[in-house]
Nanobody, 133 residues
């Protein structure tokens, strides 16, 4: 069993950066893959980024030019924490960001696989990110 708690969100101006954290409590965090999802107001939840067990394997959603290269996912298994660094925040990044963990090793690394909620057993409550001037 894992419990996930996200933090690091807030109200920021366009162009700023944020680092979101997902802290897990429970056992065997290092045996779980983790993904970040976000849900913008009035929109469906979408996958943002994925990280494998050791951090070597990562995947980022194809969010078009608006998302390209601005997200960095990492993990520190010693701290049972996964991070999502978001640079050059835009208004369209506004939403609630959730982390999720699953024990299934996912392959191939493609959006249809790594962002399928079916594979994630544990979810956090989310942290709100609002980008506004």
């Amino acid at each position: 069993q894992l419990q996930l708690v996200e933090s690091g969100g807030g109200l920021v101006q366009p162009g700023a950066s944020l680092r979101l954290s997902c802290v897990a409590t429970g056992s065997n965090f290092g045996r779980h893959v983790v993904a970040w999802f976000r849900q913008a107001p009035g929109k469906e939840r979408e996958g943002v980024s994925y990280i494998g067990l050791t951090g070597f394997s990562t995947y980022y959603s194809d969010s078009g030019e608006s998302g390209k290269g601005r997200f960095t996912i990492s993990r520190d298994n010693a701290k049972s924490t996964v991070y999502l660094q978001i640079a050059s925040l835009k208004a369209e990044d506004t939403g609630t960001y959730f982390c999720a963990a699953g024990s299934t090793l996912l392959s191939p690394l493609q959006a249809a696989t790594v962002f399928d909620p079916y594979y994630y057993d544990y979810w956090g409550q989310g942290t709100q990110v609002t980008v506004s001037s």
